[in-house]
């Protein structure tokens, strides 16, 4: 998409003009006392509590578990997604067997399933995990299926008729046609796998971010449900850069992907 | 550096007839293709040109009938498509190198990819990736990718309708040059007739499902299109075609 933009330093300020100016407004707002501080705590306040947390190690700690969290989800739920995606991508007879019933699964919000999910597992490592990787699972799985089904069929032709053996036709042929659709399942992934972590940390956890949050909400220490609930957001956008980042790399053939 | 010829190999038929279910799409077909020519396909869409293409370079096979072509037991024919169909995610050079098959790697390989690009008239451009380039550029990929195997068989399908006027004269040129230096036997249909009578040694008319006109075309090369001589070939095939339908005529 060709957007009219000026280069230079004035550009690339543009995109943090507006945050910047929201946390301005936000600090003199809390500084001349319009906003109660039991209600929301100022900026200085939030990175305070922020260096208290990192002092006592207790941040890292929470920050690493629920990390930590989100990658085995993500790996776990992916993987199947992935494996599934291409498998009823490939196979007809896949598509017919699994397909119908992995769509009507589909329909039902993944967080409806909590209540049962405590039941199998209690409220332990195991239940989160599963919750995460259900919600990763079906944006990538739809997204790869997606990718693999719309490979141009003339290229697909093409291979045959240079003598591909289907080794080669998948490695050179399929799975770059369908990368830019898995790339797309991959960031809904990444957004459904942080909401996920954080109801499923602040409803049974005993550390982690969620679980930070939940526990300074017992003692109105709004400073810190601040804190978590900025953590979280540089984690989604850090999760965010990292696959246009991907993007870039693998897909700088596409001109829709050559320069961001 | 440049590509060596690599000689061209016979076509022949008897008596083929290829039929989809009950729909017969070619009957009667007898030709005598042989080593080197520049053979030219022309006819109304629909007409079986394009299942005579394939059956010669064994996409198809035929219903009854003999098809007699050594390049095939030698996987010698290729074919080059009206669209490039180029891998969008692999470069110029990694294109080319799909025609070179399974396992055919190493510096000999790369010698005969850097050769036919060459040939081509696309060296320096190995990097590039199709979208960088222009339609006219992608299809002489697409026609290195279909040589760089060194075949002695090459159909080309409407392999330049696909593009702007002024670079399918170009391209007619470019095709011309690759043909005289490497000598392959050249098959190509083609809904021109101008550019059926331009590059072919013998222009095959096909008329539901039979050679109705097998043309000899005797003009030295390169051709000039405003000459008699060229004008009164193309009028030859253009009456055949059309019959005494002056109004088709004037709209071709």
Redesign the interface.
């Known amino acids: 998409m060709a957007v009219t933009a000026s280069e230079g330093p004035f550009s690339r300020a543009l995109p943090w003009l507006v945050p910047l100016a929201l946390i301005i407004l936000w600090q003199v707002s809390s500084s001349l006392g319009w906003l109660p501080p039991n209600i929301l705590p100022a900026p200085t306040a939030v990175l305070e509590a922020a260096w208290t947390k990192l002092q006592d190690g207790s941040l890292i700690d929470n920050l690493g578990v629920s990390f930590a969290r989100a990658m085995s989800g993500l790996i776990i739920g992916g993987a199947i997604g992935f494996s599934l995606g291409l498998l009823n991508g490939l196979s007809k007879t896949g598509e017919m067997l699994l397909d119908p019933t992995l769509q009507m699964i589909r329909n039902i919000p993944h967080l409806a399933l909590i209540p049962l999910v405590i039941i199998w597992f209690g409220i332990g490592e195991s239940a989160r995990l599963f919750l995460v990787a259900l919600g990763v699972f079906f944006p990538i799985y739809l997204n790869t299926l997606h990718g693999v089904r719309n490979v141009d069929p003339?290229?697909i032709?093409?291979?045959r008729?240079?003598?591909?053996?289907n080794r080669?036709l998948f490695l050179?042929?399929i799975l770059?046609?369908a990368?830019p659709s898995i790339f797309v399942g991959l960031r809904f992934a990444l957004g459904v796998m942080w909401l996920t972590l954080i109801v499923a940390e602040t409803i049974a956890a005993n550390s982690g971010i969620g679980h930070m949050a939940m526990a300074a909400r017992e003692f109105m220490q709004t400073d810190i449900v601040v804190l978590s609930i900025v953590i979280y957001a540089i984690l989604g956008k850090l999760a965010d850069s990292a696959t246009r980042a991907l993007e870039r790399k693998f897909?700088?053939?596409?001109?829709a992907y050559a320069k961001v | 550096m440049s590509s060596q010829p690599t000689g061209g190999s016979r076509v022949s038929l008897k008596d083929v007839k290829k039929a989809f279910g009950s729909n017969v799409v070619l009957q009667g077909i007898d030709l005598e293709i042989p080593a080197g020519q520049f053979v030219s396909i022309v006819g109304k869409s629909g007409c079986g040109k394009s299942t005579l293409l394939r059956l010669m370079i064994g996409l198809d096979t035929v219903t009854s009938g003999v098809l007699d072509a050594p390049a095939l037991k030698e996987q010698a024919a290729r074919i080059v498509f009206q669209e490039p169909r180029l891998l969008p995610w692999a470069s110029v050079k990694d294109n080319v190198a799909v025609g070179l098959g399974e396992g055919q790697s190493g510096q000999a390989a790369d010698q005969q990819a850097a050769a036919i690009l060459e040939e081509v008239g696309l060296k320096g451009r190995e990097g590039l990736w199709p979208s960088q380039l222009s339609g006219g550029m992608r299809q002489r990929v697409a026609l290195a990718r279909a040589l760089v195997s060194q075949p002695t068989l090459l159909a080309l399908d409407e392999p330049l309708g696909a593009l702007d006027a002024l670079t399918r004269i170009d391209m007619q040129a470019l095709l011309e040059g690759v043909w005289q230096d490497l000598g392959f036997t050249a098959l190509m249909v083609t809904h021109d007739v101008g550019e059926a009578v331009a590059l072919g040694d013998r222009v095959i008319l096909i008329d539901h499902g039979q050679v109705v006109l097998d043309l000899a075309v005797d003009l030295p090369r390169p051709r000039k299109r405003g000459t008699p001589e060229f004008a009164a070939l193309e009028g030859q095939i253009l009456d055949k075609l059309f019959g005494d339908d002056p109004r088709a005529r004037e709209a071709h």
Request: hydrophobic fraction near 45%; proline fraction near 10%.
């Open positions: 003339q290229l032709e093409m291979g008729i240079y003598g591909m053996n080669t050179k042929v770059p046609g990368l897909l700088a053939w596409n001109p």
